[in-house]
């Protein structure tokens, strides 16, 4: 079997279009490709950020929707979410940054089965990621999720959803 090319994060973003203009659920080949990236040692910020969210996407959403076979506890491929992993990644100190606690602790308070095995912690994660964002005073704002896909489209549209976040 000869391997799949690893695309760059363009050309994924390119396989999302459609669905972030409301095409159909075809996320699975960008999500695939994004798997692909990672397995391959291609552990670049947004490949993990994009990866992450595809993975909980799968299954905070249904997949007649968004064209993403839930991965959480999937036997038919012998693994689990790459979710955990990523998080332990993006959370380090060299990585962490106010985009990583908005999104990470959204998804995780909003959906913490979706991101792996200890539900309670996962929930306590997300409380603390999202408390931490909040009282940072400063981004992500709205635009520096511009042209990033279906992650983009969709964290564009909660930061929208929670401006008041830095009122005083």
């Known amino acids: 079997?000869?391997?799949?090319?690893?695309?760059?994060?363009?050309?994924?973003?390119?396989l999302e279009q459609s669905y972030v203009v409301g095409e159909g659920p075809?996320?699975?080949?960008?999500?695939?490709?994004?798997a692909n990236r990672w397995d391959s040692g291609l552990r670049d910020r947004e490949t993990a950020l994009r990866l992450a969210f595809m993975e909980w996407y799968s299954c905070s959403e249904p997949e007649f929707l968004t064209g993403l076979h839930d991965n959480y506890?999937?036997?038919d491929r012998g693994r689990q979410t790459y979710f955990p992993e990523i998080f332990a990644y993006v959370s380090s100190?060299?990585?962490?940054?106010?985009?990583?606690?908005?999104?990470?602790?959204?998804?995780?308070k909003a959906f913490p089965w979706c991101c792996g095995d200890t539900l309670g912690d996962w929930?306590?994660?997300?409380?603390?990621?999202?408390?931490?964002?909040?009282?940072?005073?400063?981004?992500?704002?709205?635009?520096?999720?511009a042209d990033r896909g279906a992650y983009g489209q969709y964290f564009a549209h909660i930061r929208a959803?929670?401006?008041?976040?830095?009122e005083a």
């Open 26 to 34: 075809v996320l699975g080949p960008a999500r695939d490709a994004l």
């Open 161 to 166: 959803s929670h401006p008041q976040v830095f």
């Open 123 to 145: 929930e306590r994660d997300g409380n603390s990621l999202w408390d931490q964002w909040r009282h940072s005073g400063s981004g992500p704002q709205v635009s520096a999720f």
């Open 93 to 108: 100190s060299a990585h962490a940054d106010d985009e990583v606690r908005f999104v990470f602790g959204w998804m995780a």
């Open 1 to 14: 079997m000869t391997p799949s090319p690893i695309l760059t994060i363009a050309e994924i973003t390119a």
């Open 73 to 75: 506890n999937d036997a």
